[in-house]
């Protein structure tokens, strides 16, 4: 599909007609759901609610797309904020309450941290157990984004710097330190020589 495919689509839906909407999905329900599924640490079930939520956002933000850029590259950014919005209130962890008995036979409530959404629990819960993954859940949410819409969905630096409203010069600098830490743990978890490491940091793709 074309940009200009894409627009008129778009300025059709605008004007009264929102099953069209249904045309744009399809064409990008595969990459959305892919991108979801690598910012939420391979987990299938977060990555499908966080991909619907993400086209419902696009659909009732339509009115705001003005065409200045591609339309995938406005709704990687919807992707990419549902799922770090996701990602941050999963991470602060909420305690349920247990009933035990004390040494005097009383009823107590303790708090217990939920280890569901814990450090430990997310690796388990992967659902691609190989290093690149492992790698990427090495990183901050903000630089997995950034590396993610560079080599997974292929953005260029400035479609990048669109989306996330950075400087171009911010998104190299940010995707050179997310690939060197990526590749330092992947050398130190054995699965590329460190010799070729560099290459990597200085620009190479994930392999």
């Not at 910012?39 to 990555?47: I, L, S, T």
């Not at 036979?105 to 450090?119: C, F, N, S, T």
């Not at 997310?122 to 190989?130: Q, V």
């Amino acid at each position: 599909m074309t940009r200009q495919e894409e627009y008129e689509i778009i300025q059709h839906i605008l004007a009264g007609n929102p099953d069209d909407f249904e045309l744009l999905v399809k064409e990008y329900e595969k990459s959305v759901y892919n991108l979801a599924l690598r910012m939420m640490n391979g987990n299938a079930e977060d990555a499908a609610d966080m991909a619907q939520e993400a086209f419902l956002k696009a659909y009732n933000s339509l009115s705001g797309f003005r065409g200045d850029s591609k339309f995938s590259v406005w709704l990687y950014r919807i992707v990419s904020n549902v799922c770090l919005d996701q990602l941050r209130r999963q991470s602060r962890r909420p305690s349920h309450s247990l009933t035990v008995e004390d040494e005097d036979g009383e009823q107590v409530q303790l708090d217990i941290p939920d280890e569901r959404m814990g450090p430990e629990a997310l690796l388990e819960r992967k659902l691609s157990r190989e290093a690149v993954q492992r790698g990427l859940q090495e990183l901050t949410e903000d630089a997995r984004q950034i590396l993610l819409l560079r080599e997974i969905q292929g953005l260029s630096y400035e479609e990048i710097a669109e989306a996330l409203s950075l400087e171009v010069g911010t998104v190299k600098s940010r995707i050179f330190r997310a690939r060197k830490k990526l590749c330092a743990f992947l050398v130190s978890d054995g699965n590329i020589p460190d010799c070729l490491a560099s290459s990597h940091t200085r620009g190479g793709g994930m392999q």
